[in-house]
Every structure is written in C-alpha cells, then in structure tokens.
C-alpha cells in the first residue's frame, strides 16, 4: 500500500471555453473520458475536440453527461474514425439521453450532410448509436476492475448527470452524491453571475412577450429543440391558457426534431419532478400542449409566418448559426415592432453572441448587411447553474479537489478567486483548479488506506494496538485482511501447501548429528513420526529423519523464515564429518561399550537451574557495569507478603558512579531514578537476553507459531497426521501483521507499516 494514487486530468474540450466538452481522467493504468461534444462556433474538424492528443484504443469507457451537441456529437467521429474501436472501451449514457441523442445526431447529420466538411456519415452515425451501452440513475457500473461509476439526477436536461441546482417545472434538481469525492469537475459557465428567480424570471418573461405581440410585433424566440424548450412550452402554455385575449395568436415550435423528442418525454414522465408525475397521474399530459402548434412542413414555411399577423415561434438553432432562427431572425430583424429574446447561455463567437451588444446591422448568410431594428433582450432560462447554486452544490460536496471547466476564461478565473476567498475565510485546504486545453493536471489526495478484517478475524472487536496477523488481499484497489482459512470462501482463490524434502548422505552417528544441531541451534525435539522414523525438530519448523542408515532427510513446510532455517541446518549437517570437534567427539578412548552422553557446552540444559540463566546474566552485566548485586527475598519477606504488605521479587541492582539501578528478574523491569542510567541498562540487558538465549528460544520468542512435538511416539505420530491433513488443505498464505489503529505506517511515507512473511 505505499503507492500514491494520483488522478491525471487533461481536457481535450471546454477547457477555459465553452464547448466541445472532452475530459480525460488516467488513474492507475486506466483511462475514462467524460464527454465527447463539439464547439457550436466552428465547424467540421476545427469543431472537434483535440482528439489526436489521445491513443483512443487505451480509454476503458466512455460517459456522457448529456445529449447537448457541445457535450455529445463528436461521439461518432470518435467510435468510427479513431483507434478507439481497436481497444475495449465502452460507450454509457443513460437511457433518455440514448433516446434522445439518437434524433439529435439524426437532425445533426441531416444538417450537414451538404457541407463538404460533414464529419461522418448517415452509416458511421448508425453504427456508433448501435455501441451505447443505456444505464439507469443510481445503477452502479463496474466498467473494469478498480473502476465503477453511479448516474444521479442532475436536473439540466432530461436524463442528464451535467447538473442544475433549481427545480423547474419539470425537472428535479441535482442530487448530493452520499459519499464525499475526492475530486469535483463542475462547470463554471456564468461564473459569478447570480440570475433571478424561477417566478420571477417567467413574470418578466410572459410580460415582454404579451407587450411585444400586443405592438403588432412577432415574436422569436431561438432555443434549442430539447431540454429549455420543453420549459417554456410549459410557461407559454400556461400564461395563453390565463389570457383570452391572446387565443388569436399563435405559438409555434419550428422544430421536426422536438416533434419526434417529445414521446421520449412523456415517455420518462418518472424521471421529471413531482408536478409533472402528479399531473400525468390524474391523465392530463402536460407536454400535449392546447395553445402550441408546430410549423407547417413545406417549402418556404419562414417566409408565410414572417409575413403573416404577430405571433410567437421557437426556433432552432439556440446560437442562430444557421437553420430556421437565422432565417426567421434575418426577415423581422429590420421591423422595430418585432422582438427577439434571448432564454440561454450563448457562447462566444455566434450571432446570439454577438446580436446581444445591440448592434445596428449585421452581415446576413447571403453577404448582404441587414440593419437591426428589432428589439433584443435578455432573460435566462439556461439550465447552467448561476454563482449561488454553483458555490452552494461545490461546498456541500466537499470535494478535495474542484476542478472548474465549461466557462469563458474571466468567468472562470473570478468564480476560482470567489470560491478560494469562502474557503480561505473558513480556513479550509481546497484546491480550486481552471486548466487550460491539454493542460494536464495530477492530483494526489490524503485518504486514508484502510483495510477490513472479515471472516474468522472480524468475530472478536479488536482492542487498540493489538497486533492482527492474517492474508492481506488487494482487489480493485481495495484491502481485505482476513484468516487463510477463509481465502476460499470469501475471495475464491484456489490455495495450496508447497512441501520441500532434502536428503543427504552422511556417514555419521544419529547422536552426533544431534549434538551438533543443539550446538547451533540450542534444543531440538527428537521422537518418531508416524512411520517409526527417528526424527529431530529443528526450531519447531525443520524434521530431520534418519530414513535410512548414513542417509538423512530433511523435510519442512516452505517459508520465507523455514526455508532459512532449512538452509543452516543442510550447511550444519554436511559439515559435521569434516568438523574437528566431531573427530575429537568420537575419538576418546572408552572402557566399557555403551555410548558417553555427551552435552555440548553451547546445548539449552534441560531442567536447568534458574540460578544459571541469572549467572549467565550478571555475567554479561557485570562485563559493562562491574559487580552486579543480586537479592532474593528471605522468609521475612514471605512474611510481610503473607501479611499484605508490599511483594518482594528477586532482583539485581547495578550501581554506576553515584546511581544504581534495579533489575526485576521476574518482569525484567529496569527502574533507577537516575535516567540515563535507567536506558542504559534496559539496552544492555536486551542485549544480555538475546545473548543467553539460544535460536530456539529466540525464535520462539518472536510469536512463530510452533505445533508441539513430544518425544513419545503417539505424540510424533499426531504431529504428523496434522502436517498430513494441513497439506490436504492446500493453504498458501501471505502474513500481514500490522497494527490495528495504524494499517498504512506511520503516514510518513506511505509505507505499509507492515511485516510481511510468506508462510505455507
């Protein structure tokens, strides 16, 4: 767990701009992309994202937010003309932007298909359609491993996860994610610009319109033919039903498009909010609308309705590029009774743009210059969150990171100033990021590395610092800790024991080769296994058996620390006929025939004396302090202990100088007022411990799990069917021992903290 996960952001599109929406996110060898749209100012190649910056045959998937042209028409170029196809990624939209998308690519080709820079075919539009995967909100998608995402509502527009913070009158507002993300992309379109209210907004909006129709005027409206539409269709319909007086005027939809689209909404009536669902309930449609017809589809339909008596139209496209709002706008544009309103976010470098400075002509699509006498005003319906709901949703996610795009560069960079003054007030660490295209940003976060106990580990609540010891499993960039009896039933991994036998040739006496192993290894346990075999137990991990005469095998369960010991005792035992003290062992004359038992001086001594062990450690003491003091309690003292007073424990006492230090020999306490002294001793005597003991002991010592071996033969005999059934369990496990309230180190580094040793 020492690795640092760092999130690679780079944005293709919508980079200190508004449109061709295209981020990439690179995060520990996988690639998403949100978005895949294309700039409305431009066309054909120049309106598509920088896509050559990326190997698409890499990108696991594919998400769009939402049918919006800037958000998902490059999306067919990208399936059908890149590598992208040679990879596996995949392609998820939820399924009212699927349904929509389908006839907004469908109008998008139909439009420019007689342009010579049309970006894909009627075929490749088709095709790329075909290889959208539909979601649901709040369904969880794993898309590979280590990388899943969930959709939520998100107002906006219909099926969108590009999020409105206001509740309209048919959509739901954005919902909070219920887990805190480490990183927020949110968009930063009006900066810090705060817009009026719903109610308000449509009482202005109503009344400009009745004024312009009440002067003779016609009134056009440019809007884009789903998502705001469908919200003023719902506002006009309303204020011409409360208004008799203006039954005698029509209102149009210019849009074959919405007329195909608006199935797709009352089809998912349950998405929308609970006015529209109550509505639809009680059988009264709200998107069959009585006041609203649409256009006549013949030939020249502009030019009859520009001729014709005052009325209302909706006319696509929203930034008036080109399509029926160019045409209608370019007839009524020199009549000062007539009106033009402006209900959404108008990016820079179209005539919407530009129309809004007022000026007195413009330059019409046949080259003629046309003067501008029509009123224009402003009032936005635009589904973009304004400062307010924007700084509002930022802070109650609580992102570490934010990441600001879809926004002109000034509004950008005083919506970042805005924010990091609100966070800096409240003295909070939030990074507020404004990339530029291709501009690549690497984020590192502070979480918390965290691994769950479950299984056999999670039955007793542990205490705090208690050291668990089980199998650390990383999955997805997840940890599991838990007992290697349970690797098969919770993660379904197949398992197995790794046995390893050595066997030597070696021409020497079973006691000797004994009296050597205790000379290094100070005891060993000897019995029989279940076969009769004389066997040896080298630190409770390594049988050495006498299998046959002058022929030693050595068997052990695979380790990192069993295979050590297995090596010192192979190098010990084909040494021992070349050892000196082996000639000298077996060359002392004898009077009788039956075997000396001899003890090497470097053996553990069964049943030995306390006292030795004590002699052992005033003798390693008094070689750093000089003579070494030692007390045993008396039977006065057993007296007063009887009696309750304080107990008495043997112990040693080293003076220094002026201080002295008392040694428990019980605990091993050191105590001494003096504290450098008191140090010193409890280092020395850590060292004496660790020198008197033999590697047996010391190895026992460390919590190695060793399985008893008795010297009777019944008990070898155990010992053996037990190795038997553990190798039938086919178990391989890896040991994580760490301590419970700190399972990533010390947090300095990033280290694991951990001890990790393979045991079989």
Known sequence: MADAPTLSVTLLGAGQEVGRSCCVLQYRGRTLVCDAGIHPAYSGMASLPFIDELDWSTVDAILITHFHLDHAAALTYITEKTNFKDGKGKVYMTHPTKAVHKFMMQDYVRMGSSSSDALFTPLE?????????PVSAHQLITVCPGVSFTPYHAGHVLGACDYSREEDRHLVKAELPPIRPDVLIVESTYGVQSLEGREEKEQRFTSLVHAIVKRGGHVLLPTFALGRAQELLLVLDEYWKAHPDLHNVPIYYASSLARKCMAVYQTYIHTMNSNIRTRFAKRDNPFVFKYISHVPQTRGWEKKIAEGPPCVVLATP???????SRELFEYWAPDSRNGLIITGYSIEGTLARDIMNEPEDFVGLKGNTIPRKISVDYISFSAHVDYSQNSEFIEAVKAQHVVLVHGEQNAMARLRGA???????????????????????????????????????????????EVLSGLLVAKDYSYTLLDPRDLRDFTGLSTCTMTQRQKVVLGVRWDLVRWHLEGMFGSVEEGLDKDGVPTMRVMGAVDVKQTHDHELTLEWESSASNDMIADSTLALITGIDKSPASVKLTTQPHSHSHPHSHVHPHADVEDAS???????????????????????????????????????????IVRLDEADAQINLLTLEVSSSNEPLRKRVEAVLDMAVTTVSSLAESFASVGLEEESFEKAKPSVAEAEKSDEEDKKSNVVAIKATREVNNLGGDGSDGSDGGLLEVHS
Do not use: C
């Open 610 to 652: 306390p006292f030795l062990r004590i002699q052992r450690l005033v003798m390693f003491l008094e070689a750093h302090f000089g003579k070494v003091e030692l007390h045993m309690p008396d039977a006065a003292d057993d007296a007063e202990q009887e009696q309750g007073e304080e107990s008495h424990d043997p112990w040693l």
């Open 125 to 133: 539009m088709t095709m790329s359609l075909a290889s959208i995967i």
């Open 419 to 465: 924010m990091a003054s609100r966070y800096k007030e409240r003295d909070e660490d939030v990074k507020i990021h404004t990339p530029r295209n291709l501009e690549t940003l690497n984020l590192s976060f502070r979480g918390e590395r965290v691994a769950k106990a479950i299984g056999t580990l999670a039955d007793k609540l542990p205490q705090a610092n």
């Open 318 to 324: 929203g930034f008036m590029q080109v399509g029926p």
